[in-house]
């Protein structure tokens, strides 16, 4: 019995002690790199103040990131003749940016701290001060992630979600990183800023019922039936540089850009936390806030496993 006893207490100890280990904190550069934030606050103003766009391309990143097993920087990892990461996957291709700005980042935090805070920290941070710097919300990144060596182009295409799915088919993708509805649609306000190309919405605007006419025929002139795959249109088309709430505001007048967002306001379950985030800006801040740390927590390297890459783009 009591040896029965011990060794129960000896695996919740061990549990405990992996809880600890994988637990990331807000100081956990504080000795280390203890200017940190403020280096990679820097080089996110001056991105987005040169391109607005750059704010939405880097919080995109982030999410890329975490959504293929966990926040561990996989998604920037470049190819080469013998390796194939993420880049060529289906949502990543010819679509996410901001790669030029995580080195310049990493590059400026090698010469402060060398081989000290990791890509995925950096992906995790930058995400936060873009939304800050498109005046939106602030929140405390959680940090201490260390960078995978490999990456997944088949976790790629099954786990981010695309744009012409369904609410249920949205609701699932997002069950199974262990978000609710209502942080799924907390997260989609993300849509709040920057740009989809015409290939991810044209059937939208061309086939969908749920959609306000005059908006989809403006869309029409720069996204034709066929051609102009890659010709931009804002995700929020009433303030696409702002980080506010008029993404809900936009669905609930069937001017969603993506046959997805629209999904989120059209008679079913998810229309009522619409409306609330619609009318009241703080409750969407906070909750979009809180998303993005639990976002931030998905499985992330810790302890001794993975590493702090010296460049982003390749593992040590
Ligand atoms: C709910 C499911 C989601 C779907 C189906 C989806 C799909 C898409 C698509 C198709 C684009 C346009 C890509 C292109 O044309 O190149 C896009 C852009 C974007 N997505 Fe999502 N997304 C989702 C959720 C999220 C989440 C959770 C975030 C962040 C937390 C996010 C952040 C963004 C941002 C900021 C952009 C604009 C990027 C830029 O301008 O560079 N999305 N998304
Ligand atoms: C949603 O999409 C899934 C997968 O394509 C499909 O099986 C399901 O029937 C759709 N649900 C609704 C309500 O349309
Ligand atoms: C290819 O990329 C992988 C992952 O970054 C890296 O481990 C490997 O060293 C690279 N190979 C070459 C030849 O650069």
């Not at 011990?6 to 904190?25: P, R, T, V, Y």
């Not at 800023?193 to 403006?218: E, K, L, M």
């Not at 029409?220 to 993404?247: E, R």
Request: a neutral charge; one cysteine or more.
């Amino acid at each position: 019995m009591a040896l029965v006893n011990l060794k129960l207490c000896l695996s919740l100890f061990l549990i405990l002690i992996g809880i600890a280990s994988a637990q990331l904190s807000s100081t956990f550069y504080s000795s280390t790199c203890p200017n940190v934030l403020s280096i990679i606050k820097t080089a996110v103003n001056s991105a987005v103040s040169s391109e607005a766009r750059m704010g939405a391309s880097l919080l995109r990143l982030h999410f890329h990131d975490c959504f293929v097993n966990g926040c561990d920087a996989s998604v920037l990892l470049d190819d080469n003749s013998t390796f194939t990461g993420e880049k060529t996957a289906g949502p990543n291709s010819n679509s996410l940016r901001g790669f030029n700005v995580i080195d310049t980042i990493k590059s400026n935090l090698e010469t402060s701290c060398p081989g000290v805070v990791s890509c995925a920290d950096i992906l995790a941070v930058a995400a936060r001060d873009s939304v800050v710097a498109l005046n939106g919300p602030s929140w405390t990144v959680p940090l201490g992630r260390r960078d995978s060596t490999t990456a997944s182009l088949s976790a790629a295409n099954s786990n981010l979600p695309g744009p012409g799915l369904n609410l249920s088919a949205l609701i699932t993708a997002f069950s199974n990183k262990g978000f609710t509805a209502k942080e799924l649609v907390a997260l989609s306000g993300s849509h709040t800023i920057g740009q989809a190309r015409c290939t991810v919405f044209r059937s939208h605007i061309y086939n969908d019922a749920n959609i306000n006419a005059q908006f989809a025929t403006s869309l029409k002139a720069n996204c034709p039936s066929s051609g102009g795959d890659n010709n931009l249109a804002p995700l929020d088309t009433t303030s696409p540089t702002a980080f506010d709430n008029a993404y809900y505001k936009n669905l609930q007048g069937q001017k969603g850009l993506l046959h997805s967002d629209q999904e989120l306001f059209n008679g079913g379950s998810t229309d009522a936390q619409v409306n609330t985030y619609s009318t009241n800006s703080a409750t969407f801040f906070t909750d979009f806030g809180n998303a993005m740390v639990k976002m931030g927590n998905l499985s992330p390297l810790t302890g001794t496993s993975g590493q702090i890459r010296t460049n982003c783009r390749k593992a040590n």
